[in-house]
């Protein structure tokens, strides 16, 4: 008996198990995931950057001859 | 006589709005040419799924056509992760590369899905619905049916009706909300094109098969969505497998979304479908789409406050993933305002930074809630 009401105790709070009890739980992983993508796509920005700095735009490439082989498709 | 009766006597008033339903979706596919690819083999299917004692969904317990199809394609996420291959292989990210400030407005046009998260929260919906309803706001239909099928399976059909129709309703969603936000001498903003450089075949090489690595040690359970993306995306930049790329454009694009459009009737009976959930489904889904648009037109406005060469703050609705929709739009508002703006590149960039952002932010949706 105690170990179903404490189950039920235990569902009952975890978050977004429950009618009404999901808006602070929504609010919080909005915050946290708004700033991770920002953080992700600067990182990403930041990796672009990098690649360009250390893969310039050759001459050879923009006249079509860089890597051995490739074309763009 | 009776068996052949039986169908039409045991139709529900509820299979009978169904079948309207679908109806309606093949009309605004065929008329409207609103997502055909999409709503044309949905509309059928949903038909076919509201059939009473239908074969299409299952006999004496055995599994129909589209059962098996949803089970073996969107149950298990095949189909939605094979679009994303086809879909990495057409993209071109070049703008994108050459401009990557431009990922910025990818994050902030994803403001749409968590205000809409918040929303259906407020409205007692679950978390985990809640979350698969703000999805909505990718504007991205793969994303929204593998959140959608991770945590609400029983809300799927109705979240990706929403989200592929207000993908084709963004030339008319986007306008009034750009227009609302902006004043006419910011949507006359001209915006230097100097700075797009041409981006070297390593960096294009590089540059998925690096995102790849940098997300997926990031936010792991984004690994699949994005790993695809850019799986297909290295096929067409690699320039080696031409034959491949152009299959996964072709030939696994269409397929794929033959098979994934059928399939998603199956969740589309009555029982399912005809709720009042389903009409608040829809209703939070246009205001997903209205405040991505919101997100990334405030966030140039934002960044105009700082910056010496100003953006046109209507480039910051071309952040949401629905490519190249938004990036149309914009770039004929910006014509239609001053005929020598020519906010293409800009336009473009952003959208296909969108594409990024969108998966990413499931990626999140699908580690932080779930």
Same mark, same amino acid.
């Given at each position: 008996?105690?170990?179903? $009401?404490?189950?039920? =105790?235990?569902?009952?709070?975890?978050?977004?198990?429950?009618?009404?009890?999901?808006?602070?739980?929504?609010?919080?992983?909005?915050?946290?995931?708004?700033?991770?993508?920002?953080?992700?796509?600067?990182?990403?920005?930041?990796?672009?950057?990098?690649?360009?700095?250390?893969?310039?735009? =050759?001459?050879?490439?923009?006249?079509?001859?860089?890597? *051995? +082989?490739?074309?763009?498709? | 006589?009776?068996?052949?009766?039986?169908?039409?006597?045991?139709?529900?008033?509820?299979?009978?709005?169904?079948?309207?339903?679908?109806?309606?979706?093949?009309?605004?596919?065929?008329?409207? *040419?609103?997502?055909?690819?999409?709503?044309?083999?949905?509309?059928?299917?949903?038909?076919?799924?509201?059939?009473?004692?239908?074969?299409?969904?299952?006999?004496?317990?055995?599994?129909?056509?589209?059962?098996?199809?949803?089970?073996?394609?969107?149950?298990?996420?095949?189909?939605?992760?094979?679009?994303?291959?086809?879909?990495?292989?057409?993209?071109?990210?070049?703008?994108?590369?050459?401009?990557?400030?431009?990922?910025?407005?990818?994050?902030?046009?994803?403001?749409?899905?968590?205000?809409?998260?918040?929303?259906?929260?407020? $409205?007692?919906?679950?978390?985990?619905? /809640?979350?698969?309803?703000?999805?909505?706001?990718?504007?991205?239909?793969?994303?929204?049916?593998?959140?959608?099928?991770?945590?609400?399976?029983?809300?799927?059909?109705?979240?990706?009706?929403?989200?592929? /129709?207000?993908?084709?309703?963004?030339?008319?969603?986007?306008?009034?909300?750009?227009?609302?936000?902006?004043?006419?001498?910011?949507?006359?903003?001209?915006?230097?094109?100097?700075?797009?450089?041409?981006?070297?075949?390593?960096?294009?090489?590089?540059?998925?098969?690096?995102?790849?690595?940098?997300?997926?040690?990031?936010?792991?359970?984004?690994?699949?969505?994005?790993?695809?993306? $850019?799986?297909?995306?290295?096929?067409?930049?690699?320039?080696?497998?031409?034959?491949? /790329?152009?299959?996964?454009?072709?030939?696994?694009?269409?397929?794929?979304?033959?098979?994934?459009?059928?399939?998603?009737?199956?969740? $589309?009976?009555?029982?399912?479908?005809?709720?009042?959930?389903?009409?608040?489904?829809?209703?939070?889904?246009?205001?997903?789409?209205?405040?991505?648009?919101?997100?990334?037109?405030?966030?140039?406005?934002?960044?105009?406050?700082?910056?010496?060469?100003?953006?046109?703050?209507?480039?910051?609705?071309?952040?949401?993933?629905?490519?190249?929709? /938004?990036?149309?739009?914009?770039?004929?508002?910006?014509?239609?305002?001053?005929?020598?703006?020519?906010?293409?590149?800009?336009?473009?960039?952003?959208?296909? +930074?969108?594409?990024?952002?969108?998966?990413?932010?499931?990626?999140?949706?699908?580690?932080?809630?779930?």
């Amino acid at each position: 008996m105690y170990e179903t $009401m404490l189950a039920l =105790t235990e569902h009952s709070v975890a978050p977004g198990s429950y009618v009404g009890s999901a808006l602070p739980e929504a609010l919080r992983i909005s915050g946290v995931a708004l700033l991770a993508i920002f953080f992700v796509m600067g990182l990403f920005g930041a990796m672009i950057a990098l690649l360009s700095r250390v893969f310039p735009e =050759t001459v050879d490439e923009s006249e079509g001859v860089g890597l *051995e +082989g490739s074309r763009h498709a | 006589m009776d068996q052949l009766l039986q169908g039409i006597l045991s139709l529900t008033p509820g299979q009978v709005v169904m079948f309207a339903i679908g109806g309606l979706l093949i009309w605004l596919a065929i008329s409207k *040419e609103y997502e055909p690819t999409l709503l044309l083999p949905i509309g059928l299917s949903a038909i076919l799924a509201n059939i009473p004692n239908s074969a299409a969904i299952g006999v004496d317990g055995e599994p129909g056509i589209l059962t098996t199809l949803f089970d073996v394609g969107i149950r298990t996420e095949v189909f939605p992760l094979l679009i994303f291959v086809a879909i990495g292989a057409m993209i071109d990210f070049g703008p994108l590369l050459q401009n990557p400030k431009m990922l910025l407005f990818g994050a902030a046009a994803q403001f749409g899905i968590f205000f809409t998260m918040c929303l259906a929260a407020a $409205m007692h919906f679950t978390l985990k619905e /809640s979350a698969s309803i703000g999805i909505i706001g990718a504007a991205d239909g793969p994303t929204s049916i593998v959140v959608a099928n991770r945590f609400a399976p029983h809300l799927l059909g109705p979240i990706t009706v929403a989200a592929y /129709s207000y993908m084709s309703l963004v030339p008319i969603i986007q306008p009034p909300v750009i227009r609302l936000l902006t004043t006419k001498a910011e949507r006359r903003i001209r915006m230097d094109s100097s700075h797009f450089r041409p981006v070297s075949q390593r960096t294009r090489i590089i540059f998925p098969i690096a995102v790849s690595l940098v997300a997926g040690l990031l936010v792991p359970s984004a690994a699949s969505l994005i790993g695809m993306l $850019m799986f297909g995306n290295l096929l067409r930049e690699s320039g080696v497998v031409d034959r491949l /790329s152009k299959g996964a454009q072709n030939e696994l694009a269409n397929i794929v979304t033959l098979l994934l459009g059928i399939s998603i009737g199956a969740v $589309m009976t009555a029982d399912e479908f005809l709720d009042q959930r389903t009409l608040l489904i829809l209703g939070m889904g246009i205001i997903a789409f209205v405040f991505d648009t919101a997100g990334g037109v405030l966030f140039a406005k934002f960044l105009n406050l700082f910056l010496k060469h100003k953006i046109n703050p209507m480039i910051g609705a071309c952040g949401i993933s629905a490519f190249p929709m /938004s990036g149309r739009v914009v770039y004929k508002m910006g014509l239609a305002e001053d005929p020598q703006n020519h906010l293409l590149m800009q336009a473009i960039s952003c959208n296909v +930074g969108g594409q990024l952002g969108s998966v990413v932010a499931g990626g999140l949706i699908l580690a932080l809630v779930g």
